[in-house]
């Protein structure tokens, strides 16, 4: 198993479909993120789980809904999302928030139509 | 805020050395990393600077400089599989890390 796996890879969708991205880690952390990267942009953190606290970034619209039903399981739920929306999606997970040793999954590629 | 500025690209030839600088304008800086990313791959962790100076890891080299808001990953002996893609990212109290747009190394034969 490698440290953090990201379901599915691939995911293309209709801006009326709902779809539920999935990330898993192996490694024992106990926080996990959600970061956007798109083009020639820097990784835009999307929200964060942790012991301590569960942080988001304000300017993240509420059509993206986090879940961490546990440490080692996060998801990204989507519903009538926008083309500007299409990225690459990447769980990371890290002991502790502010680690800076952070270990991603592959990502997930969106697009959306 | 947070703000990270990298080159966007950098092109270098196999066996020599490129430097890819990184300035940043944070609050509560902690420390500067270093993470690299191929195409359709991961990003992976690469180094850690909490402390000013430098701190080696066999062929890559990490500097920084609080007082000057700068850093610089740098890469010797270039391979060909070195081509990816180079992120700066700060740590800013238990906030997780903020990372710059990446600056894509290209290595020719």
């Known amino acids: 198993e490698t440290g953090v796996t990201q379901t599915p890879r691939h995911l293309v969708m209709g801006m009326t479909n709902k779809k539920s991205l999935k990330c898993e880690q192996h490694?024992?952390?106990?926080?996990m993120y959600w970061y956007k990267q798109s083009a020639k942009k820097p990784l835009e953190l999307m929200f964060v789980?942790?012991?301590?606290?569960?942080?988001e970034n304000n300017s993240v619209p509420s059509r993206f809904s986090p879940e961490c039903p546990n440490s080692s399981h996060l998801f990204l739920h989507l519903h009538t999302l926008q083309p500007e929306d299409s990225a690459l999606y990447l769980c990371a997970s890290s002991q502790g928030s502010g680690n800076t040793e952070a270990f991603f999954g592959q990502g997930t590629r969106l697009t959306v139509v | 805020g947070q703000s990270l500025e990298q080159p966007s690209e950098v092109t270098a030839v196999e066996g020599a050395i490129v430097q890819i600088n990184c300035t940043y304008q944070t609050s509560g800086f902690y420390g500067l990393s270093w993470y690299q990313q191929h195409d359709g791959g991961a990003p992976t962790f690469l180094s850690y600077n909490a402390l000013d100076g430098l701190e080696e890891t066999g062929r890559f080299s990490s500097f920084l400089s609080r007082s000057d808001s700068y850093g610089y990953l740098l890469l010797q002996e270039l391979q060909m599989k070195d081509s990816a893609s180079y992120f700066c990212?700060?740590?800013?109290?238990?906030?997780?890390?903020?990372f710059g747009s990446g600056t894509r190394l290209q290595v020719q034969p």
């Open positions: 990212a700060v740590k800013t109290g238990r906030r997780a890390l903020t």
């Open positions: 789980y942790s012991l301590e606290e569960r942080v």
């Open positions: 490694l024992g952390h106990n926080a």
